[in-house]
Structure formats: C-alpha cells, structure tokens
DNA sequence: GAATCTATGATTAGGCG
DNA sequence: ACGCCTAATCATAGATT
C-alpha cells in the first residue's frame, strides 16, 4: 500500500489514467462549483477528452449555458472548414458578417469610452468607476478626445483673441486621469489589432 | 481551532470570500494542469470575477490560445453591458448581427451537408471524408433529402406507369452509407483542394 | 489587508470485490 | 471496467504576524 507522493507526469498505463481521469475531473467539478458558490464567481471548466470532438464542460448554473453557446458558436466555422469546400462564398459571408460585427463592436466600445472621459471631465464619474482591461483602446479616446477638446479651445482662444501655447495636447487631462491610466493593466491587449480604425 | 465542516454557501464576509477566493482558484488551476498533464487532455478553466470584465482563464498549452481567442470573442458585448449604460441601440444592433450571423452558419451547415449527401449518392464522395460531428443535423439532411429523391422516384414511377412499392423511404440509400453512418471518421479530412464537382 | 503557518477536512491512489 | 474502501497526501479555514 503506502501511497506514494503522486508525481505528476503522463499516466502511461490505459486503465490507471482513465480511473484517474474520472476520479479527477468529478474533484476539480466539485472544486469549481463550490469556488462558484462559496464566492459569487462564474466559473467553467472545459475538458476535451482525446478521441472525443465535444469538451465536456461544467457550468455554473447561472453563466454556464451562456458560456457554452458562445463557445459553440464558433467551432462550427471551424467545423466547416473540414466539410466539402463547395458554396464557400457563403462562408465568404460569414466572414463580412463577423468582420462587420467586429467592426460594430469596436466602434461601440469606442463610443462608450468616450462617452466615459466626457462624464469623468464633467465630473459625472470617476476613472475608479472604470475597468481598464483595455488601456490601448483607452489611449486612443483619450487621444482623440484631447484633440477634440483642444482644437475647440484653441478655437475659442482665437475667437477671444488670446492664445494658448498649448505646449501638449495633454495639458487639459485631469492629473487623476494620467496618474491612472497605466495601473491595472490587463495583459491581455486588444484581441485582433487587424484594423486601426 | 478544529476546523468546521465548511458548509458550501456564499461567503458573506468580504475578506474571508476574497481570501478563500485566492486560495480556491490557486488551488483549482493546480487541479486544472494536474489533469491536463496527468491523463494528457486539453483542460481549461474560467473564472469571471465580479467587477473583472476580463475572466481568468487558466489555458492548457497547447490548446489554450484557440480557446482563448475564441472565448475573447464574445465576451466583449457582456464587457459592455457593465459600462455607460448609453447607447444601447448599438448593443441591440450587434445582437441583430450576431443572431443573422448565428443564422446565415446554420443555413450554411444546411447546405454543405446537403451538397455532401449528393456527392455520396454521386459517388463523388466517401462518407469516410466527412466529421461525424453533428449526427442530429445530419440525420436530418438525410432525411429531407431521401424525402426529395425518393417524391422524384415516385413521380418518375408513375408517369412511367410502374409503381415502386417503397416499403422504406431509406431504400435508395448506398449499402456503404448505412454501413459507415456510426463509425467515426478521421478526425481530419479537410478536402481543401479545390473539388468541384 | 496580505503573507505565512498549521491542524483538520477533503481528495484520491491503490487495492479489492 | 465500475464502485467501494482506506490510508496517505493534499488543500485550505482559521489563526497569527
């Protein structure tokens, strides 16, 4: 008997791995759904046995059937691309759908934004209110939003007849804005930086 | 000390959830890569913190990237819901895209495995070609296109005076297909050379 | 609050039916 | 191959710094 201390390596030997395999993934479902439980969180987990095309997947109860369509959503294109090559204009299709909806988004995301920055400048909200998983996009607002901002100012300044120096074009950020921009950075950056729009 | 049972519910104390949060999920990923490495299968595990628009994703090696890029995808329309509530119209325009999109796929599936049945039936094809992912979509294409052979059999019957008794809408059907349906395929069978028909 | 410690409950490898 | 059992390791709640 005396069990030994368990290294963690490939299982060679067929029937010991399958047995752990079942007695480990009925664990780590339990584990999962009691992190769910215990604090609040969505949380999944996806197992794709070899030899079998659909993962098993645990969902909590909430998320999980969300999770899973949207992760069926999109094998099925993947899917398709193994099936005979014929009509593949409707596939062609797909694509400026999806580069379409893509576009949506991102051009959403960019609207929200700055939508954001006016209500933090108005004093409506503040950057603490924000999730800054994206500070790229973020950048580019700010950017953009500060031109904008800018350019009206100096518009102003010409009509009054005084002129700004403007020595950046950064000058009118709020000193909170650039102190935070870059803490609690995600990693991830944006998905597919196909297109700078 | 003697540490109680630990009944499974919803932490209401904050630092405790935090704490037991940090510890389950460092726990639960060491489960996840445990069973990856251990029985050899893509694992992957989610978590969605509250307040964290990105989820934690613990990736296997290999597979992680696609799922990862896959399951990127889409969250980004729930990221947003927790933003300015502003303009949600746009939210409801890229619903609109993802539902015609979801469509314009299913139909697409429709229509590859409909233009695969008829390259068996031409002989064209091996059923051994194809991923047996979808057998329900299939059966279906199967039967609504045995339905349409077999309604121009009988027309052709009739107007040549013969009636076939077809005991079985399935008797037109290749010997080698009902014989192939519930083997599994390879899992690659790409065809991506330009087949025409 | 975060990091570390430690005793106890939870998980699971290995054996057996 | 499947389920149950038991001992041994592992995970982690609670305490401490």
């Known amino acids: 008997m005396t069990r030994k201390k368990v290294v963690i390596a490939y299982i060679t030997n067929e029937s010991r791995r399958k047995a752990s395999f079942n ?3 009925k664990g780590l479902i339990k584990k999962v759904s009691e992190l769910s439980t215990l604090c609040g969180v969505e949380t999944c987990a996806i197992v794709y046995k070899p030899n079998e095309p659909e ?5 909590s109860q909430l998320g999980a059937q969300v999770v899973l369509e949207r992760l069926h959503m999109l094998p099925q294109v993947d899917q398709m691309k193994r099936m005979v090559n014929q009509e593949s204009f409707k596939r062609q299709q797909i694509k400026k759908a999806e580069d379409e909806l893509y576009r949506l988004r991102k051009e ?4 929200e934004l700055e939508l954001f920055m006016y209500r933090c400048i108005a004093g409506k909200a503040s950057l603490r209110d924000f999730d800054w998983h994206d500070t790229i996009d973020m950048n580019f607002v700010i950017d953009e ?5 800018n350019s009206r100012k100096n518009e102003l300044s010409s009509v009054n007849g005084r002129h700004h120096s403007a020595s950046s074009s950064y000058e009118v950020v709020n000193p909170a804005m650039t102190r935070d921009v870059h803490r609690n950075g995600s990693p991830l950056g944006p998905l597919n930086s196909s297109n700078t729009i």
């Not at 959403?108 to 609207?111: E, G, L, S």
């Not at 939003?145 to 901002?149: D, E, N, P, R």
């Open 23 to 25: 007695k480990r993934k």
């Open 55 to 59: 993962p098993e997947v645990w969902p």
């Open 108 to 111: 959403n995301k960019h609207k």
């Open 145 to 149: 939003t500060l031109k904008k901002i």
